[in-house]
């Protein structure tokens, strides 16, 4: 099948999950990690990939009575059984059409057309296969949270949510840091961790709003861009200092940092939308929930293909439930820290 149409595209996406399926002998590599209420059993050959899915994610410790078991095979057509990628074949595409299509047939899955590069979950079974036109034929931002799509399907089939947000907390409480790139996000969760406070998350976190607001921690990828790095002091305490990746930026992980081991979860009290004020001294100050809503939601609908409904009322719910404030950012890192430090200890109100 060299070209996937719209009315072709659910039965493109079975034909693969069963191909990646039936060639599951032959993968070289297989890699098991520990989610909340998930076990991933992932199906793939060395590489790069490989290598990320050793060590991106913080992993759940202890025993997890409720977790569910999802597979995913990583597939190229080096591997054996495995089909060339298709093509896109009809004259127009959309993301929210693609969705949908496959939701009407109780699939899910996202298409990156730069490179054929292939992703399909079916939720009842639990099974997904990513299929590429080999094994370093994926987008750049892959490594740094591998397997998030299908993340994303598992968690939103269950009222939960990855949301790109940072997170800072202090003896089991927590803020939500929302914003668009170049918002201060990352400096101050790692500021934070530099000043004896905790993380759940830089990146994406799963949130659960059954009782109050959860987050919990997925992956432990930080990022910093040289300039950050640099002010923060990380050189001295990032072990391995590697290439910038795909954004310009050095990638390191929370365990590099962190005072403590990571929590296994926060209780999130507020919505704080991080921003750069230039002025030397933090501030935290309420601010409208649609200015939040802004901050938090387009990111996460946009960087999580399909579910985008589900999605709007998710984080409408969730600046419904929490404070929302705006957090100006001073210049010093330890400053930064005491101050949400200091409104932690307060109390959200």
Not at 12 to 41: D, F, N, Q
Not at 182 to 199: F, P, W, Y
Not at 302 to 321: H, I, K, N, V, W
């Amino acid at each position: 099948m060299s070209r996937v149409t719209l009315e072709t595209l659910p039965d493109y996406a079975r034909y693969l999950i069963a191909a990646a399926e039936g060639a599951s002998a032959p993968y070289p590599l297989t890699r098991k990690i520990r989610l909340p209420w998930l076990e991933v059993t992932a199906h793939l050959g060395p590489g790069v990939l490989a290598d990320a899915l050793g060590h991106a994610f913080v992993e759940s410790r202890g025993d997890q009575p409720e977790s569910s078991r999802c597979r995913i095979f990583i597939a190229h057509p080096g591997i054996h059984g495995i089909p060339e990628p298709a093509r896109w074949g009809d004259a127009h595409f959309t993301e929210h059409g693609f969705a949908e299509r496959l939701a009407e047939a109780g699939l899910r899955g996202h298409y990156f057309h730069d490179l054929d590069f292939w992703q399909f979950y079916d939720p009842q079974r639990r099974v997904g296969v990513q299929l590429m036109g080999s094994a370093d034929a994926f987008p750049p931002w892959e490594p740094g949270a591998p397997l998030r799509a299908f993340l994303h399907w598992e968690y939103a089939a269950r009222g939960m949510r990855l949301t790109h947000a940072g997170t800072l907390g202090a003896n089991g409480k927590g803020v939500l840091l929302a914003g668009a790139g170049g918002a201060g996000k990352s400096g101050t969760v790692a500021a934070g961790l530099l000043n004896g406070l905790d993380s759940v998350g830089d990146d994406y976190v799963l949130i659960d709003l059954a009782n109050g607001v959860t987050a919990r921690p997925l992956f432990s990828t930080l990022k910093q861009d040289p300039q950050g790095f640099a002010r923060l002091g990380l050189k001295r305490r990032v072990p391995a200092n590697g290439p910038l990746n795909w954004q310009g930026k050095h990638a390191f992980h929370i365990g590099d940092i962190a005072p403590r081991p990571v929590p296994a979860t926060l209780d999130i009290v507020a919505l704080v939308v991080p921003h750069i004020s230039g002025g030397g001294a933090s501030s935290i100050m309420p601010v409208s929930r649609r200015d939040a809503m802004i901050a938090l939601a387009p990111s996460g609908i946009a960087q999580m293909p399909g579910e985008r409904e589900s999605g709007f009322r998710f984080f409408s719910d969730l600046t419904r439930l929490l404070p929302c404030y705006r957090l100006s950012l001073g210049t010093q890192p330890q400053e930064i820290a005491g101050t949400v430090a200091d409104f932690l200890a307060r109390g959200a109100s």
